[in-house]
């Protein structure tokens, strides 16, 4: 089988076939598709500028394929030019997930992963990442540690390993293994997938990291095209459950001298009427979430933004949240083996919780942990 790229190498003589490789709807040209005589060993794939040429003969039929497009198979009938579209197919990616610092097929795995499509709780109002989990993905386990809003949960996968450190697993975010921080720092519109490591192949690839399990988390970013701006919000009402029907302090007295047979009260009308401790600490808890997110860009620059409001009130009075998120995502190509990106991620956190009174900001570096991130990424 011959290789190129550009395809400039004739495999065998014959009528060349050249053309170019476009995405449908935006026209941007596709490199490293497949291209081959169908039923022979004759390919290669497109160059950088999604061009091809192939030496074949008539009749022969060429197949284009591409990871996440729909494969494309045409008949070359006396044709020496032919460009072809592709068009994206979500579910040719649905068996492919990411695994560490890579990605393939769920079938070729040897270790046990789990993996969350955002379409699984885009309809239900999920504030933070762990709610998104809970309940959706087999061997995690999360437990909220109080009912209170913005209260941190444990999450432990496949059950507690040490007795003395944390079990708390390793996350990832985009490539980059981070410490310190919580899922909820993650705001959940940017959330693009989740991936969980759950065995100890995961150790192979984190180190001692990755002993209590690896989470995966993969962004969005832009994509060259039109500019395209989502917002997203909800409201949600909570009410606590039904109050107990407690007795007032001259029912309780009546109910006393019935019992005792004698006036232990003698004037139980005079006792007035009780506090009702459940009114004065229960309220009704509303919770909304804003989400404003930009993307765009051309096929040398790619930009995404987004912000995030969120404000919790507890069913308990004295108790809620609001929070604030800003991140950024933009990525450049200098050329074909020099790629910038920076990544941004700011937020601002007020939580009220019974007591516990704090405020937290925080300034990420490439999904949480610094100021900026400045990353470079060679490809031989």
Same mark, same amino acid.
């Given at each position: 089988?011959?290789?190129?790229?550009?395809?400039?190498?004739?495999? #065998? &003589?014959?009528?060349?076939?050249?053309?170019?490789?476009?995405?449908?709807?935006?026209?941007?040209?596709?490199?490293?598709?497949?291209?081959? &005589?169908?039923?022979?060993?004759?390919?290669?794939? $497109?160059?950088?500028?999604?061009?091809?040429?192939? !030496?074949?003969?008539?009749?022969?039929?060429?197949?284009?394929?591409?990871?996440?497009?729909?494969?494309?198979?045409?008949?070359?009938?006396?044709?020496?030019?032919?460009?072809?579209?592709?068009?994206?197919?979500?579910?040719?990616?649905?068996?492919?997930?990411?695994?560490?610092?890579?990605? #393939?097929? %769920?079938?070729?795995?040897?270790?046990?992963?789990?993996?969350?499509?955002?379409?699984?709780?885009?309809?239900?109002?999920?504030?933070?990442?762990?709610?998104?989990? #809970?309940?959706?993905? +087999?061997?995690?386990?999360?437990?909220?540690?109080?009912?209170?809003?913005?209260?941190?949960?444990? =999450?432990?996968?496949? @059950?507690?390993?040490?007795?003395?450190?944390?079990?708390?697993?390793?996350?990832? /975010?985009? *490539?980059?293994?981070?410490?310190?921080?919580?899922?909820?720092? =993650?705001?959940?519109?940017?959330?693009?997938?989740? @991936?969980?490591? %759950?065995?100890?192949?995961?150790?192979?690839?984190?180190?001692?990291?990755?002993?209590?399990?690896?989470?995966?988390?993969?962004?969005?970013?832009?994509? !060259?095209?039109?500019?395209?701006?989502?917002?997203?919000?909800?409201?949600?009402?909570?009410?606590?459950?039904?109050?107990?029907?407690?007795?007032?302090? +001259?029912?309780?007295?009546?109910?006393?001298?019935?019992?005792?047979?004698?006036?232990?009260?003698?004037?139980?009308?005079?006792?007035?009427?009780?506090?009702?401790?459940?009114?004065?600490?229960? #309220?009704?808890?509303?919770?909304?979430?804003?989400?404003?997110?930009?993307?765009?860009?051309?096929?040398?620059?790619?930009?995404?933004?987004?912000?995030?409001?969120?404000?919790? $009130?507890?069913?308990? %009075?004295?108790?809620?949240?609001?929070?604030?998120?800003?991140?950024?995502? /933009?990525? $450049?190509?200098?050329?074909?083996?020099?790629?910038?990106?920076?990544?941004?991620? @700011? *937020?601002?956190?007020?939580? %009220?919780?019974?007591?516990?009174?704090?405020?937290?900001?925080?300034?990420?570096?490439?999904?949480?942990?610094?100021?900026?991130?400045?990353?470079?990424?060679?490809?031989?």
């Amino acid at each position: 089988m011959s290789y190129f790229l550009p395809l400039n190498i004739l495999a #065998q &003589e014959g009528k060349i076939v050249k053309g170019t490789v476009v995405e449908a709807g935006t026209g941007m040209p596709l490199p490293g598709v497949t291209v081959f &005589e169908k039923g022979t060993s004759n390919g290669g794939m $497109t160059n950088f500028e999604g061009e091809y040429s192939i !030496s074949t003969e008539d009749g022969a039929v060429l197949v284009f394929s591409f990871l996440g497009y729909a494969s494309v198979e045409v008949l070359i009938n006396n044709q020496t030019q032919l460009d072809i579209t592709m068009e994206e197919k979500a579910s040719a990616l649905d068996e492919v997930v990411v695994v560490g610092y890579g990605s #393939q097929k %769920k079938i070729d795995l040897a270790g046990s992963i789990s993996s969350l499509d955002p379409e699984s709780y885009e309809a239900q109002p999920v504030l933070n990442t762990s709610s998104a989990l #809970q309940g959706r993905v +087999a061997g995690l386990q999360i437990s909220n540690t109080s009912g209170a809003p913005g209260s941190e949960p444990k =999450i432990h996968i496949r @059950g507690s390993n040490s007795i003395n450190s944390s079990n708390s697993p390793l996350y990832v /975010i985009d *490539g980059v293994a981070l410490t310190g921080i919580s899922l909820n720092d =993650i705001n959940i519109n940017d959330v693009k997938s989740i @991936g969980v490591l %759950k065995d100890a192949s995961s150790t192979a690839i984190y180190g001692s990291r990755g002993a209590n399990g690896v989470i995966l988390i993969t962004t969005k970013n832009g994509k !060259s095209g039109k500019v395209t701006v989502n917002y997203d919000t909800f409201l949600k009402v909570s009410y606590p459950m039904e109050k107990y029907n407690l007795r007032n302090a +001259a029912t309780y007295a009546a109910q006393a001298n019935h019992i005792s047979g004698s006036n232990v009260f003698d004037d139980v009308s005079s006792l007035g009427e009780t506090t009702d401790w459940q009114d004065l600490i229960f #309220q009704r808890g509303v919770s909304q979430s804003h989400n404003l997110a930009i993307s765009g860009g051309t096929d040398k620059t790619k930009y995404y933004v987004s912000g995030n409001y969120s404000d919790e $009130t507890g069913l308990l %009075k004295s108790t809620g949240r609001n929070k604030l998120t800003v991140r950024s995502n /933009i990525e $450049t190509v200098i050329n074909d083996k020099l790629t910038v990106s920076l990544n941004l991620l @700011g *937020g601002h956190e007020d939580t %009220k919780n019974t007591g516990d009174i704090r405020q937290r900001k925080s300034c990420h570096r490439s999904t949480c942990m610094g100021a900026y991130r400045e990353s470079v990424r060679l490809f031989g």
